[in-house]
């Protein structure tokens, strides 16, 4: 087996084990969470359903005059958890089971977690 592979095989076994208690909860809809090496992606998802009731992503226009600004890909990380967290609030959306999606709780996922907490979120 070559290393590529036992390095997806260990990726996907992490993934899989952190979403162990986030998946098909029965009152809360689930935040998950997506990093690239430049972008930061967002959804809050309703696993019943099957369907996307709310996204962010460091790529949509609205940001682009805002990560000008930001030095680092964690400024960018906290627009994007405060972007969702309104416009979860919006959608009457408090409560939410967090998904990281195999990524250590470090770096960039706590520091969109921490802003998406402050802007009103629960998890």
């Known amino acids: 087996m070559s290393a590529n592979k036992k390095q997806v095989m260990r990726n996907n076994r992490r993934r899989n084990r952190s979403k162990k208690t986030a998946f098909m909860h ?7 969470v997506f990093k690239s ?14 369907n996307t009731i709310v996204s962010a992503s460091s790529y949509e ?3 682009k005059k805002q990560i000008t600004k930001t030095s680092t890909k964690t400024d960018v990380s906290k627009l ?10 919006k959608q009457k959306i408090k409560s939410v089971v967090f998904d990281r999606n195999g990524y250590s709780y470090h770096g960039r996922v706590k ?3 921490d802003a998406a907490r402050e802007a009103g979120l629960e998890f």
């Open 26 to 32: 029965p009152t809360r809809s689930r935040l998950v």
């Open 37 to 50: 090496n430049k972008n930061i992606e967002a959804q809050i998802v309703n696993d019943f359903e099957g």
């Open 61 to 63: 226009k609205e940001f």
């Open 80 to 89: 994007v958890g405060e972007s969702i967290a309104k416009k979860a609030l």
């Open 111 to 113: 520091a969109f977690a």
